[in-house]
């Protein structure tokens, strides 16, 4: 059984600060990983993917991946209030099979 | 804006009733996906399309719900004699498939109020 797992928060960090949220996938097959955001009553929004170890900048955004330990991490760098949210880890499997969602960790940028 | 739409965007219905839900992906995405949201968890994978062909069904999925996408366009979800325990949000997202992988773009979702 695929399995992803995050923290459910809420996760508090002052604006301007870094916050960290991670994740966690049981299969060890896992190719590709995403980081979606999704605010209160709305639908899931891509934020990043990544497929490979190490680390990959957007902006603001860091994913990092490290697949020998299946953990996988998004960094927020300058957090600002509007980057509270529900934070969404998804991981597809082998072959292009179905995304496993984890619940999500909430997060909230306190001003 | 994603450019994948759903429709309707709330719908309250009485146990017992049927419903059905219609996703229009983005025009050129070959996957459509549904899952289904309760509060405070992530999606949770229903069932999705390659083309007109049905792919993979969770097992979650009961007799009771069936998805088409007849012409590889848009899909439909339909709810047959609702339960309250069906009250959920149901998201449709589209993807492309290549050879650098595949993401997936989520429509608004449809919020469901089984009463």
């Known amino acids: 059984q695929k399995e992803v797992e995050q923290n459910s928060g809420p996760l508090s960090v002052p604006e301007g600060a870094i916050a960290s949220l991670n994740c966690t996938y049981s299969?060890?097959?896992?190719?590709?990983f995403f980081w979606y955001r999704q605010y209160s009553g709305k639908s899931p929004e891509l934020i990043m993917f990544?497929?490979?170890?190490g680390d990959k900048e957007d902006g603001r955004f860091t994913a990092q991946l490290n697949k020998a330990s299946q953990y996988v991490s998004l960094l927020i760098r300058d957090s600002q209030p509007s980057d509270s949210a529900t934070y969404l880890c998804?991981?597809?499997?082998?072959?292009?099979?179905?995304?496993?969602f984890g619940p999500g960790t909430r997060l909230s940028v306190l001003p | 804006d994603t450019g994948v739409s759903q429709d309707p965007r709330h719908k309250i219905t009485k146990r017992g009733q049927n419903v059905t839900f219609r996703c229009d992906p983005i025009?050129?995405?070959?996957?459509l996906y549904w899952y289904r949201q309760t509060l405070g968890q992530g999606p949770e994978f229903l069932t999705y399309?390659?083309?007109?062909?049905?792919?993979?069904k969770s097992r979650l999925l009961s007799d009771r719900f069936s998805a088409e996408r007849p012409k590889g366009s848009f899909s439909t979800l339909e709810i047959q004699r609702t339960e309250q325990g069906d009250s959920a949000m149901y998201l449709c997202?589209?993807?492309?498939?290549?050879?650098?992988?595949?993401?997936?773009?989520f429509g608004p979702g449809t919020r469901l109020l089984v009463l």
């Open positions: 998804a991981v597809e499997g082998n072959y292009g099979q179905n995304f496993v």
């Open positions: 399309f390659q083309n007109e062909a049905q792919l993979e």
């Open positions: 299969d060890r097959g896992s190719q590709s």
């Open positions: 990544i497929y490979s170890n």
């Open positions: 025009s050129e995405h070959n996957r």
């Open positions: 997202a589209s993807s492309l498939t290549s050879p650098a992988g595949e993401t997936q773009y």
